[in-house]
């Protein structure tokens, strides 16, 4: 059983990337997604987290509007999508998996990270 967080890198600001939070040894059809980062010398803030029926919940103001997630039952992915990239958004990025329900995540990815150049 894992998660895997994948598609971080270098950007510009201003820019876009996607993040991808694939499963294995579980299907993430029931499973809502948090989306998680945690900035140098930051503690890790939640960013947003998606039902397993598509909804979206955001934790954190700063992403509102620049920040959507999707699923993709079919590959077994969530994505994260990012435009108008701000040199902020520099740090790691975790996926999470939690059972609907479930107030706790029973599943972690290890972190990809960005980093935006101004």
């Known amino acids: 059983v894992q998660l895997q967080a994948s598609g971080g890198g270098l950007a510009q600001a201003g820019g876009s990337l996607r993040l991808s939070c694939t499963a294995s040894g579980f299907t993430l059809d029931h499973y809502a997604i948090g989306w998680f980062r945690q900035a140098p010398g930051k503690e890790r803030e939640g960013v947003l987290c998606?039902?397993?029926?598509?909804?979206?919940?955001y934790f954190a103001d700063s992403v509102k509007g620049r920040f959507t997630s999707s699923r993709d039952n079919a590959k077994n992915t969530v994505y994260l999508r990012v435009i108008s990239l701000k040199p902020e958004d520099t740090a790691v990025y975790y996926c999470?998996?939690?059972?609907?329900?479930?107030?706790?995540?029973?599943?972690w990815g290890q972190g990809t990270l960005v980093t935006v150049s101004s």
């Open positions: 998606i039902s397993s029926r598509g909804g979206t919940t």
């Open positions: 999470a998996a939690k059972w609907r329900g479930n107030s706790k995540y029973d599943y």
